[in-house]
T-cell receptor, first 114, second 110 residues
Framework: EAGVVQSPRYKIIEKKQPVAFWCNPI?????LYWYRQNLGQGPELLIRYENEEAVDDSQLPKDRFSAERLKGVDSTLKIQPAELGDSAVYLC????????????FGQGTRLTVV | GIQVEQSPPDLILQEGANSTLRCNFSDSVNNLQWFHQNPWGQLINLFY???GTKQNGRLSATTVATERYSLLYISSSQTTDSGVYFC????????????FGKGTLLTVNP
């Protein structure tokens, strides 16, 4: 069974440019998460989807970040415009919906803003 | 929010040694997971263990939910065990949000 797939693996952009990350969750997983991991820290939740609905986006900086999950499968996370402080690893995870769940993570996208 | 503290922050071992990593959390949890982040950044699921004890090969984990801690045991360590070990918890009522500790950086030398 394929795991969570993310692309690209690495991205280097200049500040003020837009960038987008893509995630394909594990087949059948209706819950999808985007996390951000700063250097030397644990991942922190940005947004959680149940199917195509964003049910927790309280940590998403909405002035420059946006996300979508059309048809409740793949998801994209966008930053526009990027700032130097956005340099981090962006991780996608998925899980089955339920009372409590085990989350599985993709390999992440390492973003460097110069 | 819930606080998750991992110890030690860094650990250096010789190959073949055993180790214990600890995770303390400040509130009741529905879920606790241990992950290994390899040098390429991939988070590998080790254990889903909100309570009790589980074993998988050279690794085992114990969570004592009533006392708000979990332990990860690594026996006969290998160089491939190197990386960062994260504990992540889902607080009761937090709607599936995992809160991570800062991790333990393990280095196993040959």
């Amino acid at each position: 069974e394929a795991g969570v797939v993310q692309s690209p693996r690495y991205k280097i952009i200049e500040k003020k440019q837009p960038v987008a990350f893509w995630c394909n969750p594990i087949s059948g997983h209706n819950t999808l998460y985007w996390y951000r991991q700063n250097l030397g820290q644990g991942p922190e939740l940005l947004i959680r989807y149940e199917n195509e609905e964003a049910v927790d986006d309280s940590q998403l900086p909405k002035d420059r970040f946006s996300a979508e999950r059309l048809k409740g499968v793949d998801s994209t996370l966008k930053i526009q415009p990027a700032e130097l402080g956005d340099s981090a690893v962006y991780l996608c995870a998925s899980s089955l919906w339920g009372q409590t769940v085990e989350a599985f993570f993709g390999q992440g996208t390492r973003l460097t803003v110069v | 929010g819930i606080q998750v503290e991992q110890s030690p922050p860094d650990l250096i071992l010789q190959e073949g040694a055993n180790s214990t990593l600890r995770c303390n959390f400040s509130d009741s949890v529905n879920n606790l997971q241990w992950f290994h982040q390899n040098p390429w950044g991939q988070l590998i699921n080790l254990f889903y263990i909100p309570s009790g004890t589980k074993q998988n090969g050279r690794l085992s984990a114990t969570t004592v939910a009533t006392e708000r801690y979990s332990l990860l045991y690594i026996s006969s360590s290998q160089t491939t065990d190197s990386g960062v070990y994260f504990c992540a918890v889902e607080r009761d009522g937090s709607n599936y949000k995992l809160t991570f500790g800062k991790g333990t950086l393990l280095t196993v030398n040959p």
